[in-house]
């Protein structure tokens, strides 16, 4: 099965090692994963802030760009929805709205790609250690993968799951809405923090570079001992 990496701005970026995990277990569970490496951004951040016809020729070089994809897999929910809404953002256009909808079948986020296309449950990951795991809100309510990422969490040897206090609760990342308003953002991730504190656990894990960025950046200025990984890698351990 041929899949093409849709690798998103942040992980490119920022958290390459992400990127590595999820090409790694990929091809371990028998995928050839091809990597076009003039991908752009998908054009979230300026498009939920309101600049929508600005954003569409980024929108139209993705599409194009993706168009001979077997399958796209994206190490972000926010991301992999992103695609999904292009078919609303061209709605009515003869062209684009046909393309779009093609993109937008065949992109999936990672974990709901390895088990709801692979159908592979167990990974044959080890990781020892109490995890606690943060449910994106585009990853959760937009795109709708719940239950893929517990499935595969579930199957990890040495992992002792801690349930997350509030975890239907926004981190205050929300892309640019972080920026805009600071001081909210600031509190609500506080509150986050505060309700992984209290699973004790060793590890957060998530499925949105975003938001682990946002919160991990806030668990760094408090001095927490608490280490912030993506599922991929803890997907990808061995350890």
């Known amino acids: 099965m041929k899949v093409t990496l849709f690798i998103t701005c942040l992980v490119d970026m920022f958290q390459a090692n992400v990127g590595k995990a999820a090409v790694e277990v990929l091809e371990r569970l ?5 990597f076009p490496e003039n991908q752009v951004c998908c054009g979230q951040p300026s498009y939920n802030s309101g600049y929508v ?9 993705m599409i194009d760009i993706f168009q001979d994809a077997e399958y796209i897999v994206c190490p972000s929910g926010s991301c992999a ?20 909808k093609a993109l937008a079948a065949k992109t ?26 943060h449910t994106s809100c585009h990853m959760t309510r937009l795109l709708g993968v719940k239950e893929a990422p517990m499935k595969l969490l579930s199957h990890v040897k ?12 926004c981190c205050g990342f929300g892309g ?45 200025r408090k001095g927490k001992p608490i280490k912030v990984l993506h599922i991929a890698e803890v997907l990808n351990s061995r350890v």
Not at 81 to 100: C, L, S
Request: with cysteine; charged share 30%; net charge negative.
């Open 30 to 34: 028998g995928c050839e994963v091809e």
């Open 53 to 61: 016809e600005e954003t569409k020729g980024a929108m139209k070089k």
């Open 81 to 100: 929805y992103m695609f999904h809404e292009y078919q609303h953002i061209f709605k009515g256009d003869p062209v684009w709205e046909p393309k779009a």
């Open 108 to 133: 999936y986020e990672l974990t709901q790609f390895i088990v709801d296309v692979l159908k592979v449950e167990d990974v044959g990951a080890t990781f020892n250690g109490k995890v606690s795991y």
């Open 158 to 169: 040495g992992l002792e799951y801690m349930e997350l206090p509030g975890k239907e609760n």
């Open 176 to 220: 640019t809405f972080s920026v805009k308003m600071g001081k909210i953002s600031e509190q609500m991730v506080d509150e986050k923090v505060q309700c992984v504190e209290e699973t004790e656990a060793d590890y957060l894990i998530g499925g949105d570079a975003g938001c682990l960025m946002n919160i991990g950046g806030r668990i760094d």
